[in-house]
Antibody, heavy 124, light 110 residues
Framework: QVQLVESGGGVVQPGGSLRLSCAAS????????IHWVRQAPGKGLDWVAF????????FHADSVKGRFSLSRDISKNTLHLQMNSLRPEDTAVYYC?????????????????WGKGTKVTVSS | NFMLTQTHSVSESPGQTVTISCTRS????????VQWYQQRPGSSPTTVIY?????PSGVPDRFSGSVDISSNSATLTISGLKTEDEGDYYC?????????FGGGTKLTVL
């Protein structure tokens, strides 16, 4: 069963850092791209970042560029979102979501399986 | 970057048909696939339409998607509405280096 489980959320002061994890099961993170999407309280979905299936490239929303970065631990089949210089407007539930494969090739144009999310609160 | 604009809310009775639109601000709507996600209260999003009109396995054929180049918009149509269809619906598309969600449409089935 394909599953994604996020962890690492919590309360952090403005300017602080947090590392979120996304543990995958039922598939290898080496075969699929992974997105991070966040949702502020009472608001809509907001795309944050994407890492290619082979880790060769990553893309970030302008709002987090230079502050957030992605990494992978293949041995643990886990992705990480490192969040630095956090701001109150980063407060949200953070979801990781898997990209599909199209004709056997990893694709990125949409998210086909989502985790349940982990909550991040940035507040003093 | 472009934006995707959705109607804020829509309501309809059980058994009826509802359409939710998603208008792209710049660039051709047909140049990149459009997806639709359903988010029930307290739950994670799930995909109901991908690549403009494709349904994932398990999504009933009451859900359909289309794209209209003349209005530069995509539409999600849900027929035979059920109370379980209540929730927020988001369209999504992308360009070379970013992925964009619409603001969401709250569907009430009453």
């Amino acid at each position: 069963q394909v599953q994604l489980v996020e962890s690492g959320g919590g309360v952090v002061q403005p300017g602080g850092s947090l590392r979120l994890s996304c543990a995958a099961s039922g598939f290898s993170v080496n075969d699929f791209g992974i997105h991070w999407v966040r949702q502020a309280p009472g608001k809509g979905l907001d795309w944050v970042a994407f890492i290619r299936y082979d880790g060769s490239n990553q893309f970030h929303a302008d709002s987090v560029k230079g502050r957030f970065s992605l990494s992978r631990d293949i041995s643990k089949n886990t992705l990480h979102l490192q969040m630095n210089s956090l701001r109150p407007e980063d407060t949200a539930v953070y979801y990781c979501a898997k990209g599909p494969r199209v004709s056997g090739i990893p694709a990125a144009h949409y998210m086909d399986v989502w985790g349940k999310g982990t909550k991040v609160t940035v507040s003093s | 970057n472009f934006m995707l604009t959705q109607t804020h809310s829509v309501s309809e009775s059980p058994g009826q048909t509802v359409t939710i639109s998603c208008t792209r601000s710049s660039g051709n709507i047909a140049s990149n696939y459009v997806q639709w996600y359903q988010q029930r209260p307290g739950s994670s999003p799930t995909t109901v339409i991908y690549e403009d009109k494709q349904r994932p396995s398990g999504v009933p054929d009451r859900f359909s998607g289309s794209v209209d180049i003349s209005s530069n918009s995509a539409t999600l149509t849900i027929s035979g509405l059920k109370t379980e269809d209540e929730g927020d619906y988001y369209c999504q598309s992308y360009d070379r280096t970013s992925w964009v969600f619409g603001g969401g449409t709250k569907l009430t089935v009453l």
